[in-house]
């Protein structure tokens, strides 16, 4: 607290009385007893709603060289009910100065405080204000944080920069604010800053004042309406690119600027990236109807993020190997680029153009991002078979969603924990596969037409998944039943486990379909839940193929197969895969769908029978001999995302079920099937297409080297790194001696099977290297290091200056792996609060699952429990990764004990 705050605490200790709180003067003190004293008719999350917010003002100087940064804010207010406290939002700002300006121009004092350790804070007046129109004003300034959120700073070499992550609820770390989606207004922003720096915001520049001191202060357009998480600012010596603009549309008479900034030096390298961005943008605008709503589009390559990317309203940011791609990247680089930039693009329309009013339809922005990019990116590169992802994530996400703890698509968010955890998987991947399965139940031309309708309607504004539902509703009439499907799968968690069963009757053919929750082995959750499904079957006899779909409304449900007249040879559940559920045949039948697996079938309806499999593996209504004998066929599909689609589950069966002698075992013959399909890609037909040849190449090759462990593999890619990083030689780097794609694989493997030198060189590599694709394969590679020696080396590096917050995040991640752990644990266990305190927010929001995802034993669940009980609540939704991760690894020692017998009983057979 600063001498100003003493004297205005002092002096205003009456006034806080007389509310009957003792509010902090300042913003580090207090804070819990604060919320505890509140009388009931205070906020202490959600903001009321007697005071609304019209307009900004922001007045800033980010000069990043700098401690800190200061801002003049002027929030023009509508008052809706008399108040003498204004609630709004601040966190760790030190206020120099505050007023509120009534409608006829008289000017009274207020005093800030911070009320919670969330940012909650309150103006209290000095005088009851009427219904009017206001203005608040406030001096501040605020330290940069080394968090990765609010407005921070991040140092490169000698150069330091000022960027934003404001989303969840960090703007008000930023600026006083009232930081919820539901207030969206225009922003007038000018930024003072040192006159050799760039400084970017939403909006283009209108104008550049030089000032005293070698300083400028840039003015900006003022913005659309936005929501508080969506303004953001980049500022510091930055390259700028100037991109062609992005042409006129049928939706849009005018050009897009479109622009490319990255830290000094690196401009050059994003020359791909923006060439690849108008197709993109063009395809979005193209689906929505709706022209693209900003007056330019700048992306922006950030050294340190917390996030992969974000959608800020024309100025989105990404972790700079998303973006800094050089003029020749690989595929997977290329992949990753366009999936990450058509989400944040599809943004611009969906969460910015309309957005949620409140963090419990956040998933109307992340998952309908999620489920279009795969729509975009596809019409981009129909070759790389985007039009699958949607889909397979579905799948890949069902075992979180498995869980007693899961969350709900839409869940009701009551404190800042539950919106942090609303970012979840649950929210971008099974509310991308649920409305995958909904277009496909309304139809493809039905559902563009009411995403259309809704942007229209609420373009600019606010909107709720209810709006969506009437829009969707109006498109497709009243035959089918939008809402109750929508609802069934948003306002509860699970997977539906849909029983199907097949009966002949003369000339007619029935399916009896029974539904129930799907839960894993081990679990004691309550399997009486039903969902409203669109289920889609298919059949077939001899070439005939026939599908019907229908809507599953209660527990059983009997359908007849229209125009079947005798058994059909084979009945599939998910015809087409799109389905957000599990299903189970009886043995006859599955064996004869096996049978036309590679024929009938095709590739999202496959990616559903492995699903079924894994699902009956991890339940127990699978045997593993049974999994592991269909894997021959599964690997012989042409289809990438088939042929990977089972390894995870066969990973999980040699770590978790085998003994070592037995793991043996199962790498010899897991090897005997890959290593000739890896060798058949380069036969004509051993890939859809050149680009899902190198793709499945890079996947079969990381299996094969650190699951299956082929030594002659190993060899290989433990030789190419010694020359990558010129080991024993020139020490210097030699990016042809490698495929990117195969670095980290290749860093793991030497880091493994080399002396301690290699990893010695290693580290010198890392200090020396800006790269950030280079930096994170070492890290990732230096987490696989056993040796005692080494690795007390590496933590001096990880834990030190020279590494980026999210570097040591996916160290930390992977550093408890079956070989390191007994080395690594004690020093997590007695270092736990170094660990906590040493970076962004989500190192210590995510600590539990980091450690806990490689633990299977009640002994390893005890030590975590330990560990982290008393710790959790200290950082915003870390308590709900605790408890996931726990009944995960409850979940892990029941897997174990229903499965290693059949395991064992099987490999042990093997010859």
């Known amino acids: 607290m600063n001498y100003r705050q003493a004297y205005k605490c002092i002096g205003w200790l009456g006034v806080f009385l007389s509310f009957g709180l003792l509010a902090a003067c300042g913003s580090d003190t207090g804070t819990e007893s604060v919320v505890k004293a509140a009388s009931d008719d205070e906020p202490y999350f959600r903001l009321p709603d007697t005071v609304r917010p019209e307009r900004y003002r922001l007045d800033l100087t980010i000069i990043p060289d700098s401690d800190h940064f200061s801002g003049h804010v002027e929030i023009d207010v509508e008052i809706v009910k008399p108040v003498d406290v204004i609630w709004l939002h601040g966190k760790n700002l030190d206020i120099s100065s505050a007023t509120v300006t009534k409608s006829n121009g008289e000017v009274i004092a207020a005093i800030y405080s911070e009320v919670t350790t969330d940012g909650m804070a309150r103006l209290n007046l000095m005088e009851e204000l009427q219904p009017q129109m206001a203005t608040i004003s406030i001096d501040y300034s605020a330290p940069f944080k080394p968090t990765l959120n609010g407005l921070y700073k991040v140092k490169v070499g000698n150069d330091s920069y000022g960027f934003t992550q404001f989303e969840s609820i960090y703007a008000r770390r930023a600026f006083p604010s009232f930081d919820e989606p539901r207030f969206k207004t225009p922003f007038e922003t000018t930024i003072t800053t040192r006159s050799a720096y760039g400084a970017f915001s939403n909006t283009l520049a209108t104008g550049e004042t030089a000032l005293e001191n070698d ?43 479109l622009r490319g900034l990255a ?12 060439k690849n961005t108008a197709q993109l943008l063009g395809s979005l605008e193209e689906y929505f109807g709706v022209a693209y709503p900003y007056d330019k589009l700048d992306i922006v390559a950030v050294p340190d993020f917390a996030s992969g990317a974000m959608e800020n309203a024309g100025l989105i940011t990404y972790r700079e190997p998303l973006l800094l791609l050089g003029d020749e990247p690989s595929v997977n680089m290329q992949r990753r680029y366009v999936m990450t930039h058509a989400h944040e693009l599809a943004h611009q329309w969906f969460g910015n153009l309309v957005t949620m009013p409140w963090w419990d339809d956040i998933w109307l ?63 971008y991947l099974k509310g991308a596969a649920v409305l995958q399965m909904i277009e496909r139940y309304l139809g493809a031309d039905n559902f563009r037409a009411g995403i259309r309708s809704y942007i229209q309607e609420h373009r600019f504004g606010s909107a709720t998944v209810y709006d969506l539902i009437a829009a969707l509703t109006a498109a497709s009439g009243k035959d089918k039943d939008v809402k109750g499907a929508f609802e069934s799968f948003l306002f509860q968690p699970g997977v539906p ?91 006859k039948s599955m064996m ?67 003994d070592e002698d037995l793991q043996g075992k199962a790498r010899s013959h897991i090897d005997a099937i890959l290593s000739p399909r890896l060798a058949a890609l380069d036969e004509p037909g051993g890939a859809e297409s050149p680009v899902e040849a190198v793709m499945m190449r890079r996947y079969l090759i990381n299996f094969l080297a ?55 060189a290693l580290i010198v590599q890392l200090k020396a290297s800006s790269d950030q694709r280079i930096r994170q394969s070492i890290i990732s590679a230096l987490a696989n290091a056993t040796d005692p020696v080494s690795i007390g080396e590496i933590r001096k590096v990880v834990m030190s200056d020279a590494v980026r917050a999210n570097e040591r995040q996916t160290w930390l991640g992977g550093i408890l792996n079956d070989d390191s752990r007994a080395v690594n644990w004690p020093w997590v266990q007695e270092n736990v609060e170094l660990i906590l305190a040493g970076g962004s927010d989500r190192i210590a929001r995510d600590a539990p699952r980091s450690f806990g995802r490689w633990f299977c034993s009640d002994e390893e669940a005890g030590q975590l429990q330990a560990l982290f009980e008393d710790r959790v609540d200290d950082h915003l939704g870390s308590r709900k990764v605790y408890e996931q991760t726990l009944e995960s690894i409850d979940l892990c020692v029941a897997f174990k004990e229903g499965q290693s017998g059949s395991a064992a009983d099987y490999f042990s057979a093997l010859e």
Request: proline content about 5%.
């Open 215 to 257: 300083l400028k202060r840039i003015s900006y357009a003022v913005t659309e309406k936005l929501p508080t998480y969506l303004v953001a600012f980049a500022v510091g010596p930055l390259d700028v690119v100037e991109w062609a603009a992005i042409p006129p549309s049928s939706y849009r008479d005018s050009p897009i600027p």
């Open 263 to 274: 830290v000094r030096g690196q401009g050059e390298r994003m020359n791909w990236a923006l």
């Open 365 to 427: 922005n992340e998952a309908f991002a999620s489920w279009i990019q795969a729509k975009a990116s596809h019409e981009w590169g129909p070759e790389y078979q985007f039009d699958r992802h949607t889909q397979a994530r579905g799948f890949n996400v069902m075992a979180a969603d498995s869980l007693i703890t899961a969350r709900q698509i839409r869940q009701p968010v009551k404190d800042s924990g539950g919106i942090i955890n609303a970012f979840d998987g649950i929210t």
């Open 497 to 587: 486990y849909v029983d199907v069963a097949v009966r002949c009757e003369g000339e007619t053919v029935v399916v009896d379909m029974t539904q129930e929750r799907y839960f894993p082995l081990g679990s004691a959750g309550d399997r009486n839940q039903t969902w409203n499904i669109p289920v889609c079957l298919a059949w077939g006899s001899g070439v005939e193929r026939n599908e019907e779909c229908i809507l599953l409304t209660g527990q059983q449900q009997t359908v007849s197969l229209p125009g079947a007249t005798q058994c059909p040879d084979w009945l599939m559940p998910n015809a087409g895969g799109a389905g957000y559920y599990r299903w189970n045949l009886d043995d």
């Open 592 to 658: 004869a769908l096996r049978k036309v697996f590679n024929t009938e079938l095709d590739a999202q309806e496959r990616l559903s029978v492995v699903d079924t499999l894994t699902a009956g593996v991890n339940n127990g209504t699978t045997s593993i001999g049974t999994f592991v004998e269909m894997l021959p066929e599964i690997v012989a599909a042409k289809e990438r995302t088939v042929v990977t689609s089972p390894m995870g589950t066969y990973r999980r069966i040699m770590t978790r079920l085998l």
């Open 706 to 760: 650190l699951d299956a462990r082929s030594s002659d593999l190993r060899g290989e890619l433990k030789q190419a790194a010694h020359r990558y990083i010129g080991y024993q030689t020139d020490g210097a780097l030699h990016d042809d001696a490698l495929d990117p794609d195969l670095l980290t694989t290749a860093l793991i493997v030497a880091v493994e099977d080399s002396s301690a030198g290699f990893v010695d």
